[in-house]
């Protein structure tokens, strides 16, 4: 089941993923909520976003199947293509390309898609075209920059021209259910030079790229809902993550930035700006251990570290007081939140002093922590881990890195690390479960890992669902699985100009919800 579309709301391998979203925007989160709006506004505006593109993580591209992190190029390629489902402010799934898509059982997926579609060079968006796009993504090489969820397309039926069966190998119609709003499933013309001139089926056209500094994106008149659009233009700006931004948006250059929670205060102080912040659930700063080798082999270990982190400490300290701690993978105000365990590892030196005495550790151990490059938040939050953990004798050596997926999950340089970002939905378990390199040292826990495919089977959003999430995440803190430390929180500086103005943050990199966004008149 789908909700019905608000056009007032949010449009609803984790590691390789963290080091794009840090390229690309520095942090994550959602919008508490629409940006105030100007006196009038207009229906031809323009939106200016400042956003690096240069590639320093990954190279940009307007190919869905693309790139190297799944969703990191979501702010150009999402209002290019559009979405076969969006998100609304629940981040529950609702109509887009497709009026509904339902799970028939846990390998079988029916999508039904609008009548009369079109892609932006006038080519007949039906059935077909989606059949082909899916499997044409499904056969380019994978970078993981598309879920992995995606190869387990078997066979794809065409029933009409608005409706398709799409048959997976294996039980896992809910996880793949998800990919209905990704690039994994952007559509696009058979024919098309997608990463040079992209033609999709969404609201805007690619009209101008300079690589590294600019690309410019026209409204498209054949789009579905193109009365609702009230942009005749969205420009985005190559400008780098931090004080660059800030002063983009001061000075004009642009009316849209993510911000750093560093400069959250300089936009607070700044009376001509508004500052937008949330958490979601994707933006989580948390802590991979290696499960499987000693120390951290001992529960009784990974619990006394967990205790010896002071959340709210870091929360101050390092996000402004605009973040959440945190106790699991889901925020507060999810429906998945774990209500049963925020008192979990509430911060307690001496509790953690006893559980590693208990462990065989009094006097404490040594400990590598590898760090996420080009990252002032896992720097920052790294030096204040340090500082607590030699309270209870373990001694962090911060070893600095600039190849961190092969320094940590390949080569196994540390037993640790600081990540600021967390895969959507049951992705989250790539961090958990074997055969994914997220899964610091091959862990495995067998109740995590028949949890993971049972929620794979079944409709993300369902009572079923919340019970399993729950289970799972009653494992994960029993037997501390991880250290999860704070959801981060998207700050967004907005210019007064803008109105309307919602976060699309169901996505790895969070962007405006180009549908609702105006800019008025000054």
Request: aromatic content about 6%.
């Amino acid at each position: 089941m789908m909700g019905r579309r608000s056009r007032r709301g949010v449009l609803g391998g984790a590691v390789a993923a963290a080091v794009s979203l840090l390229a690309v925007v520095a942090c994550g989160g959602s919008g508490g909520g629409p940006a105030g709006a100007p006196g009038a506004n207009t229906d031809n505006g323009v939106l200016r976003m400042a956003f690096d593109l240069s590639g320093t993580a990954t190279p940009v591209t307007f190919d869905p199947a693309g790139g190297t992190a799944a969703g990191a190029q979501v702010a150009w390629q999402l209002p290019i293509y559009d979405s076969l489902l969006h998100y609304d402010t629940s981040g529950a799934l609702v109509p887009g390309l497709a009026t509904s898509a339902t799970i028939s059982d846990p390998s079988t997926v029916t999508v039904t898609l609008r009548s009369g579609l079109v892609f932006s060079d006038g080519t007949t968006l039906d059935a077909n075209a989606v059949k082909a796009s899916i499997l044409r993504n499904k056969a380019e090489p994978q970078h993981g920059q598309l879920s992995a969820v995606l190869q387990n397309v078997s066979t794809i039926d065409v029933a009409s021209p608005t409706s398709l069966t799409i048959h997976l190998s294996k039980p896992n119609a809910g996880a793949f259910y998800a990919l209905l709003a990704g690039p994994e499933t952007f559509v696009s013309p058979a024919s098309a030079d997608l990463a040079r001139s992209p033609v999709g089926a969404g609201p805007f056209m690619l009209a101008q790229y300079v690589p590294q500094q600019r690309m410019v994106l026209k409204k498209n008149p054949r789009y579905w809902g193109a009365k609702d659009i009230h942009l005749a233009e969205i420009d985005i700006v190559s400008v780098s993550a931090g004080p660059q931004q800030v002063n983009a948006i001061k000075s004009g250059q642009v009316n849209f930035s993510l911000v750093q929670p560093a400069d959250i205060p300089a936009i607070r102080s700044d009376s001509s700006l508004r500052l937008v912040t949330h958490t979601t659930d994707t933006s989580l700063l948390w802590m991979p251990l290696c499960k499987s080798e000693p120390p951290l082999d001992k529960p009784l270990v990974r619990q006394a570290l967990s205790y010896a982190v002071d959340r709210d400490a870091i929360n101050q300290a390092v996000l402004q007081g605009a973040g959440e701690p945190a106790v699991s993978f889901w925020p507060k105000d999810s429906v998945f939140y774990p209500k049963s365990l925020p008192a979990k590892y509430a911060f307690d030196v001496a509790k953690a002093k006893q559980l590693l005495a208990q462990a065989g550790y009094p006097s404490g151990f040594d400990l590598t922590l590898v760090l996420l490059p080009s990252s002032p938040v896992a720097s920052q939050t790294a030096q204040i881990i340090q500082s607590a953990w030699k309270a209870i004798g373990v001694n962090v050596t911060i070893k600095q890195s600039s190849n961190f997926v092969s320094d940590l999950y390949i080569n196994h340089l540390g037993q640790t690390s600081i990540v600021p970002a967390i895969g959507t939905g049951v992705d989250k378990f790539k961090t958990l479960t074997p055969g994914n390199v997220g899964d610091l040292c091959g862990y495995e826990n067998p109740e995590l890992t028949k949890i993971s495919t049972q929620l794979q089977g079944i409709a993300p959003n369902s009572p079923a669902a919340a019970s399993l999430w729950a289970d799972a995440q009653s494992i994960i803190s029993r037997d501390a699985l991880a250290i999860w430390l704070d959801f981060l929180p998207t700050a967004a500086a907005v210019s007064p100009s803008l109105a309307d103005l919602n976060l699309v943050t169901s996505y790895l990199v969070p962007v405006p919800d180009y549908h609702t966004v105006r800019v008025g008149r000054q």
